[in-house]
């Protein structure tokens, strides 16, 4: 378990990171950083990708529409992952707090799913249904963008959970 600075042990457990984005495939040169720390993970990380059409409306209507294929995806054999929610209103954590808010979910054998919403954010059932909703900035990142800060931050926590040199406090 987490000890703060390194996992002493994973009890070979495999970990489900399923990431929902709404927009387009990712363009070629986020592909090729996403590639890179793709490379990179290992298990028990394992991510997986979610595209997810853009809705053809605008402003809430686009909000609502998007939001309901969302949760739709969060059903069935899913419905018990733990959300991350990425929204500029959330909370800013630190990298090591990213790692342990990775880690509790391992421990108790729930798949993770994190949500990149669209161009006009999420409705109020996605927030309710996300354990954690977690800033990456106050700054607002063009989606694509996020995607890469995303891929890293999960490789960065799992170099973190491992106790390897990625991460320099």
């Known amino acids: 378990p987490w000890d703060g600075r390194r996992c002493r042990c994973w009890n070979n457990k495999f970990m489900s ?12 040169w986020v592909a090729e950083g996403i590639g890179r ?13 979610l595209p997810i059409p853009h809705s053809a409306r605008e402003n809430d209507a686009a909000r ?3 939001s ?12 018990n992952d733990f959300v991350i929610l990425l929204d500029e209103r ?4 630190d990298s090591p707090t990213l790692a342990r808010t ?4 391992l421990d108790s054998s729930r798949n993770v799913t994190l949500i990149i919403g669209g161009a006009y954010g999420v409705d109020e059932t996605i927030h309710q249904r996300s354990d954690f909703v977690w800033s990456l900035s ?3 990142f063009p989606h694509q963008l996020v995607r890469l800060i ?12 491992s106790g390897r040199p990625y991460h320099h406090e």
């Open 17 to 28: 990171l399923r990431i929902l984005t709404i927009g387009r495939k990712h363009e070629s």
């Open 37 to 49: 720390y793709e490379k990179r993970l290992k298990k028990p990380f394992d991510v997986t990708w």
């Open 64 to 66: 609502k529409e998007e």
């Open 68 to 79: 309901a294929q969302l949760l739709g995806k969060l059903s069935g054999k899913n419905a």
């Open 90 to 93: 959330g909370r800013n954590i």
């Open 102 to 105: 990775l880690q509790a979910p």
């Open 138 to 140: 106050k700054l607002v």
């Open 150 to 161: 995303l891929i890293e931050q999960l490789y960065r926590a799992q170099e973190i959970i």
